[in-house]
């Protein structure tokens, strides 16, 4: 009996040798919270009808051109489970391949009652377990128990998670004792976290780092919270809050308190989660220099997972060996920095290339940074995960912002306790006030005037709220400065490689203490490293104003208060769809008399725009995923829920998506040097051959814009485009050196 095809050494793969193979794994995955014999069992019956005789000689025949076999496996194990009464097995037997379902889906499996037993006892079914008594008889006589928190009358949020858990052991088992197999070795299993010696390295290059840089005038309140984040690791596991100003050094204090809490506790890994792509590459960057090994030889510590990119599990892909690539799969390494997509789209996700990794972040330290940056509609779903994490999967979670969003005021939190890792922020704020604001809300300022002011000014940021703003901005501002004066421009318009050249242009800038005015949208909130004298915001909610102050006077050398925040209500000005609620129940908690920053103030406004939203109300998002989550339907959860009866379209404004609209990723030809344009040309020939090399899309990403679909979809802007491989295409339209991808409706904001 056979479960694959002959491997590139010409052996086949014997079914007892993976169903055990992938049994003994599944068990191994699951035990850290408790369901190690229930997966085992899911391992070793899931694949149980290859040995079925048609399905074997359907092997035998499509194995010189490596083709599908295309009949049923799978319902053998489903059925066998629900004459076992342990319906989680049914659901993670069914979903191996196409991911989880729903019950409906999973009962078509049996036909109708008649025939499904008739098969059970006479057809191909009944056949298969005659030879499977033999061949595995484990396979019977170890019938595991039904565990009491997944029985249906246990609750049903958390009961829902065990299966996703369970199912997301089987797909990684069974993936990893398939690809040994293909490859002629043994499974890759990377080594848990040894936080008492990452401990080590990570204080000793921090000690080395703060030493040879130069004394600044924040270096006290960074070791501030540094300290009190080493002391409260020291605290049980469960849910603590970082909360500091911006420019205070969140991202290390975040990191020796997980790691010190990790060697306390024992825990397995360390997860940092980030809103954005821009953050993931800079915190991953941080988190290298202090973890990795020096020798280049030896294995990686820090694993960075994101992708502009998303290729469906039908897509054709190489074989690739870098760990990179494997631990990403499966996020089987020590320390992990990703996006809070990435995080919550597995965690609430179906298929199994998404949820392979979700029984790794048991027993970990889960780091969520700028945590105000989470979707509001989906919150009281994040809590409600947050909650089963931490109370049923031993994970201790940090929340990490300067503008902490009222979380623990949701149904999900308000019996668990958020203890604060740094004593009375309040005074802490206080101590690091860096900047004085001033308002200009009536009468209404042009975008114009206020570019024209940012211009007076020797160095000085201006963040709007569109990327249309920020290129009317932009060009006004090349138009009325001298050319002593640098005029930059930031936004996701431009790729990662243009942003990043131009940060690094405006950093050298201002080191050198020459004239620049960058024009930026919200992106330059994102934890970027800036240090302005002077800095201007249009109107928007408060957390973002105070993520601009932080890049003002942010090393304190002006004193206390010694930077200027400009925030505009200009009468031209664009807003994202979901700022003007946010900005009208700000304007009841902040203005001259109450800055942003005021974190009393800030638990109320995020109190009332929970209310003002109706974040937890009937008809909310939230809701509708909780009642497909409360009847297992993951179809609904990922999709949204049928329109109607008998109706095939879905209400995709109730699935869980944290982004609502959807993006194709572009590859644009940035700057035209020599040495990126080889890389582009050498990447897309590779994704574009016979056999796609998807190693090229990591190589691709700096030179990858997000457009919206329905805009890609545009007439005016599809014959530009030119696909690739997956949803990712190459732009052919015009790239400005200044503010990136050039679109002819300019009076449309286009870009994500």
């Known amino acids: ?285 941080v988190y290298r220099d202090l973890l990795d090994p020096e020798d280049p030889h030896a294995e990686r510590v820090v694993l960075e997972h994101h992708s502009h990119v998303e290729i469906n599990d039908s897509d054709s892909s190489s074989q690739y060996h870098s760990w990179r690539r494997l631990a990403s799969e499966n996020w089987d390494a020590p320390f992990i920095v990703t996006t809070t997509v990435q995080l919550f789209e597995s965690l609430f996700g179906r298929t199994q290339s998404r949820m392979r990794k979700l029984h790794r972040i048991a027993d970990s330290v889960l780091v969520l940074d700028e945590v105000q940056a989470l979707p509001h509609d989906l919150l009281p779903q994040i809590a409600d995960a947050l909650r089963i994490l931490t109370q049923r999967f031993g994970v201790t979670v940090v929340l990490s912002s300067a503008t902490q969003p009222a979380v623990h005021a949701l149904d999900p939190l308000k019996a668990l306790e958020s203890r604060e890792i740094l004593p009375d922020p309040e005074s802490f704020f206080a101590e690091c006030q860096r900047v004085k604001y001033d308002w200009r809300l009536k009468p209404k300022p042009s975008l114009a005037d206020m570019v024209n002011e940012a211009a007076t000014h020797r160095q000085a940021l201006m963040v709007v709220n569109t990327v249309r703003d920020a290129r009317t901005a932009f060009r006004h501002a090349q138009n009325i400065t001298s050319d002593e004066m640098a005029v930059l421009h930031l936004s996701t318009g431009m790729c990662p490689a243009h942003r990043k050249s131009a940060l690094r242009a405006v950093q050298r800038i201002l080191a050198d203490g020459k004239s620049v005015l960058l024009i930026s949208t919200s992106l330059i909130e994102a934890g970027v490293d800036l240090n302005f004298p002077v800095a201007f915001r249009a109107i928007g909610p408060p957390e973002s104003l105070a993520q601009v102050a932080g890049r003002c006077n942010r090393e304190g050398d002006l004193g206390q208060r010694g930077g200027l925040v400009i925030i505009f209500d200009s009468a031209d000005g664009g807003f994202p769809p979901s700022y003007p609620t946010q900005i009208e129940v700000a304007h009841m908690y902040f203005g001259p008399d109450s800055d942003p920053e005021n974190q009393a103030a800030l638990d109320e406004y995020f109190r009332e725009l929970y209310g003002t939203l109706d974040i937890e109300g009937p008809g909310s998002t939230s809701k509708a995923i909780r009642a497909s989550r409360s009847r297992w339907d993951f179809v609904a959860v990922a999709d949204g829920p049928l329109k109607a009866t008998g109706s095939t379209q879905r209400k995709r404004e109730l699935a869980f998506r944290m982004i609502n609209e959807d993006t194709v990723p572009v590859v644009v030809r940035y700057g035209g040097d020599h040495s990126g344009a080889k890389i582009i040309d050498r990447c897309l020939q590779a994704l574009r051959g016979p056999y796609p090399d998807m190693r090229m ?53 286009y870009l994500w």
């Open 1 to 285: 009996m056979w479960a694959h095809s002959k491997n590139q050494f010409g052996v086949r793969h014997r079914l007892e040798d993976h169903l055990r193979g992938t049994a003994d794994l599944a068990r191994l995955f699951a035990s850290p919270f408790g369901l190690g014999e229930l997966a085992w069992w899911t391992g070793i019956v899931h694949d149980g009808g290859k040995c079925w005789q048609a399905w074997q000689d359907k092997l035998l025949l499509v194995e010189p051109t490596n083709g599908r076999v295309g009949l049923d496996h799978k319902s053998f194990g489903v059925q066998l489970a629900r004459r076992h009464r342990l319906r989680p097995v049914e659901f993670a037997v069914a979903g191996h391949h196409g991911g989880l379902t729903n019950q409906g889906q999973v009962d078509a499996l049996f036909g109708e009652d008649a025939a499904a037993e008739e098969r059970l006892r006479s057809g191909p079914w009944a056949e298969v377990e005659k030879i499977l008594r033999v061949a595995l008889p484990e396979m019977f006589a170890q019938i595991p128990v039904m565990p009491v928190e997944l029985d249906d009358s246990a609750e049903p949020m958390t009961r829902e998670f065990l299966l996703r858990f369970l199912f997301s052991c089987l797909v990684d088992a069974d993936v990893l004792d398939t690809k040994a197999h293909v490859e002629g070795g043994r499974p890759r299993l990377g080594p848990d976290l040894d936080a008492p010696a990452l401990l080590s390295r990570f204080l000793a290059r921090r000690a080395k780092y703060l030493r040879l840089r130069a004394p600044g005038a924040m270096d006290g309140h960074r070791q501030r919270l540094f300290a009190a984040a080493i002391a409260a690791a020291e605290r049980e596991p469960g849910i603590f809050r970082l909360t500091a100003p911006t420019g205070t050094a969140k991202t290390i204090a975040a990191a020796g308190f997980a790691l010190k809490h990790a060697a306390l506790h024992g825990k397995r890994r360390v997860i940092v989660a980030v809103p954005f792509i821009t953050i993931t590459e800079q915190n991953a960057a």
């Open 697 to 749: 899309l990591r190589d691709l990403q700096p030179y990858i814009v997000n457009l919206r679909r329905s805009t890609a979809r545009a007439a005016d802007v599809a014959p530009h485009l030119l696909p690739v491989i997956g949803d990712l295409c190459e732009w052919y339209g015009d790239y400005d050196d200044g503010y990136g991808i050039a679109l002819d409706n300019e009076g449309k904001d």
